[in-house]
């Protein structure tokens, strides 16, 4: 029985959308009702896992999960050992520097050295300020981000955007997008080497459904 981790949050709805289109059906996941974090596809074939979007990756690693849905975002920030198979092109959004409307720094290379930058990422951000060679003090938040450069705690934030209207609203305005970001499918490598349960013929499945799409 091949297992799927499933995200919880924005990219649900249509992760379970897509796996009804090939025959799978984690519909009971969205029932407010359902506080079951298993269940079943009613043919008998498929077990679905809700976990928060971060852990996807760690339950398809350790082999708890043959499949996942995951934010390119999270891939990045992660760095996990499982196989990327398809850009699913949904839950588009990306990973962006904002600072105040009101800053005197338009792009990342004019922060000062040493300046505080918030965020939920902190490798992609260590990452992207070290590839301009510019120390930056990471500070790690995993609430509402966009109160560091509000409050005066740090001088920028690296975050997802996706309408960019929080920003906005919070008085942000974004100087740099890192890269973009969608669902991608992951599998853990060994299964997908091994075939376990047959999961290449459902990964075939995905990838027609995307093509039919397009």
């Given at each position: ?66 499949l996942g ?66 120390p930056v ?60 349960d047959g ?16």
């Amino acid at each position: 029985m091949i297992t799927v981790a499933l995200p919880k949050g924005a990219l649900l709805i249509d992760s379970i959308r897509l796996l009804q289109a090939v025959g799978l059906d984690f519909s009971a996941f969205l029932d407010p009702a359902n506080r079951q974090l298993q269940i079943h596809d009613p043919t008998q074939t498929a077990k679905g896992l809700l976990v928060r979007a971060q852990d996807v990756p760690v339950y398809v690693e350790y082999g708890q999960a043959q499949l996942g849905i995951v934010g390119y975002d999270v891939l990045r920030e992660k760095k996990p050992q499982v196989a990327s198979l398809v850009d699913l092109k949904f839950g588009k959004c990306r990973m962006s520097v904002a600072v105040k409307q009101s800053s005197p720094y338009q792009r990342p290379v004019e922060l000062p050295p040493h300046s505080r930058v918030a965020s939920k990422f902190v490798h992609c951000a260590n990452e992207y300020f070290e590839s301009l060679d510019l120390p930056v003090e990471i500070i790690p938040l995993y609430g509402s981000v966009e109160l560091g450069p509000i409050t005066g705690m740090s001088e920028a934030i690296v975050d997802l955007v996706s309408t960019g209207k929080t920003l906005q609203q919070n008085g942000l305005t974004e100087i740099q997008v890192l890269f973009e970001s969608t669902a991608h499918l992951i599998a853990h490598p060994l299964s997908y080497r091994l075939n376990t349960d047959g999961l290449k013929d459902l990964i075939t499945q995905i990838r027609a459904e995307l093509t039919v799409k397009l």
